[in-house]
């Protein structure tokens, strides 16, 4: 996003919810309504659905070290600030089962290299839900189920998979030059292909293709676990950076608090001012914070591991940033991408689960 869209202080309308009793088959192919975004960091207009989806089950927090972090930039000039963006929403699934077939309206796309992938681990025991399990075993994605090239008449176009939104978000693409196609295996692997550029030097996103689940506002306080767990394999090139972005009492909404936690950061630069440094499990960040806006930025960068949700909502309440009674809206885990330097570029998911308890 630009510099002078700002994260802070937007004001965000959400149109209603519409929960969708899912049965049966587990893919759909959704197709939200679109959202309106203003120029300034004022306001953000927003319409979509929102669907409700809640977990149970316990996982350890790990990560693995990126070598990589400190490749050298190949080319762009980095905006002064350049901000994440989340366009209006795709639909995500309910707690049981998912809608019925993706039908013929799956498009096919552009070839483009496989990216390597995960399938779900089992779920979680004793009663407990994990929506994807905390055990994964790596495969490539060499048949993907669904093909989704740009659609400039509905940036949020995805697949409901499992109870979770795979969503191509190319919310920001129509203002400048972008190709992105998404090739999707499952909601836990998946990757896209784009190309674009910051030639006109504002740091923009154009896209967040992500995976996420919405859920019917349960209270942080209600869970006695909430993490998540992920990999991803990125290009080090361009611009971007690999993010949770989490929406805290509504999404994209007045009043709601929108929570980053940037895993792998590439020539990225979060909004706000940086406060301080925490550090849970073994795992130190930044913290940035502008109005509404909080970014938790990876001191150094990991392609892989779990992460304890509950303990960054924790120090965001002890913090007084939100009330003790603050609800989730939502979980989302994606690649916000500024620039690929013009040339193709591919940004995999190779795992992702969400457990809570």
């Given at each position: 996003?630009?510099?002078?869209f700002?994260?802070?202080?937007?004001i965000?309308?959400?149109?209603?919810?519409?929960e969708?009793?899912?049965s049966?088959?587990?893919s759909?192919?959704m197709?939200?309504?679109r959202?309106?975004?203003?120029?300034k960091?004022?306001m953000?207009?927003?319409?979509?659905?929102?669907l409700?989806g809640?977990?149970?089950a316990?996982?350890?927090?790990?990560s693995?070290?990126?070598?990589g972090?400190d490749?050298?930039?190949?080319?762009?000039a980095?905006g002064?600030?350049?901000?994440?963006?989340?366009g209006?929403?795709g639909?995500?699934?309910g707690?049981?089962?998912?809608?019925?077939t993706?039908?013929?309206?799956a498009?096919?796309?552009?070839?483009?290299?496989?990216?390597?992938?995960?399938?779900?681990?089992?779920?979680?025991?004793?009663?407990?839900?994990?929506?994807?399990?905390?055990?994964?075993?790596?495969?490539?994605?060499?048949?993907?189920s669904?093909?989704?090239?740009?659609?400039?008449?509905n940036?949020?176009?995805?697949?409901?998979?499992?109870?979770?939104?795979?969503?191509?978000?190319?919310w920001?693409?129509?203002?400048?030059?972008?190709?992105?196609?998404m090739?999707?295996?499952?909601y836990?692997?998946?990757y896209?292909?784009?190309?674009?550029?910051?030639n006109t030097?504002?740091?923009?996103?154009k896209?967040?293709?992500?995976?996420?689940?919405?859920?019917?506002?349960?209270m942080?306080?209600?869970?006695?676990?909430?993490?998540?767990?992920?990999?991803?394999t990125?290009?080090?090139?361009?611009?971007?950076?690999?993010a949770?972005?989490i929406?805290?009492?509504?999404?994209?909404?007045s009043?709601?608090?929108?929570?980053?936690?940037?895993?792998d950061?590439?020539?990225?630069?979060?909004?706000?001012?940086?406060?301080?440094?925490v550090?849970f499990d073994?795992?130190?960040?930044?913290?940035y914070?502008?109005?509404s806006?909080?970014a938790?930025?990876?001191?150094?960068n990991v392609?892989?591991g779990?992460v304890?949700?509950?303990?960054?909502?924790?120090?965001i309440?002890?913090?007084g940033w939100i009330?003790p009674?603050?609800?989730?809206g939502?979980?989302d885990y994606?690649i916000?991408?500024?620039?690929t330097?013009?040339?193709?570029?591919?940004?995999?998911v190779?795992?992702f689960?969400?457990t809570?308890?």
């Amino acid at each position: 996003m630009p510099s002078n869209f700002g994260r802070a202080g937007l004001i965000p309308l959400r149109a209603g919810e519409l929960e969708r009793q899912l049965s049966g088959m587990n893919s759909e192919r959704m197709a939200p309504p679109r959202g309106l975004r203003c120029t300034k960091a004022t306001m953000i207009l927003t319409s979509f659905f929102a669907l409700s989806g809640c977990a149970d089950a316990i996982v350890n927090a790990t990560s693995t070290m990126d070598g990589g972090a400190d490749d050298a930039l190949n080319g762009d000039a980095l905006g002064s600030t350049t901000l994440g963006g989340d366009g209006a929403r795709g639909n995500a699934g309910g707690d049981t089962g998912s809608a019925g077939t993706a039908g013929s309206d799956a498009p096919t796309g552009a070839d483009g290299s496989e990216a390597g992938g995960v399938s779900a681990g089992d779920s979680g025991t004793d009663g407990a839900r994990s929506d994807g399990g905390s055990t994964s075993v790596s495969q490539n994605c060499t048949n993907p189920s669904y093909v989704l090239p740009l659609n400039p008449s509905n940036p949020q176009d995805g697949v409901t998979l499992s109870g979770f939104y795979v969503d191509t978000d190319t919310w920001n693409a129509a203002h400048y030059p972008v190709s992105q196609t998404m090739y999707i295996c499952n909601y836990n692997n998946w990757y896209v292909i784009a190309n674009m550029n910051n030639n006109t030097n504002d740091g923009a996103v154009k896209t967040y293709p992500n995976v996420h689940r919405d859920f019917n506002a349960p209270m942080i306080n209600s869970f006695s676990t909430f993490s998540s767990s992920f990999a991803h394999t990125a290009p080090h090139v361009g611009i971007y950076e690999y993010a949770y972005d989490i929406w805290l009492n509504g999404v994209a909404s007045s009043g709601s608090t929108e929570v980053m936690i940037w895993t792998d950061n590439y020539y990225q630069v979060p909004s706000g001012s940086p406060l301080e440094t925490v550090t849970f499990d073994s795992e130190s960040y930044k913290v940035y914070k502008s109005g509404s806006y909080i970014a938790y930025v990876e001191t150094t960068n990991v392609t892989s591991g779990t992460v304890n949700l509950l303990s960054f909502f924790n120090h965001i309440i002890a913090k007084g940033w939100i009330p003790p009674t603050s609800t989730v809206g939502a979980v989302d885990y994606g690649i916000e991408i500024v620039s690929t330097n013009s040339a193709d570029a591919t940004f995999q998911v190779n795992s992702f689960s969400l457990t809570t308890n």
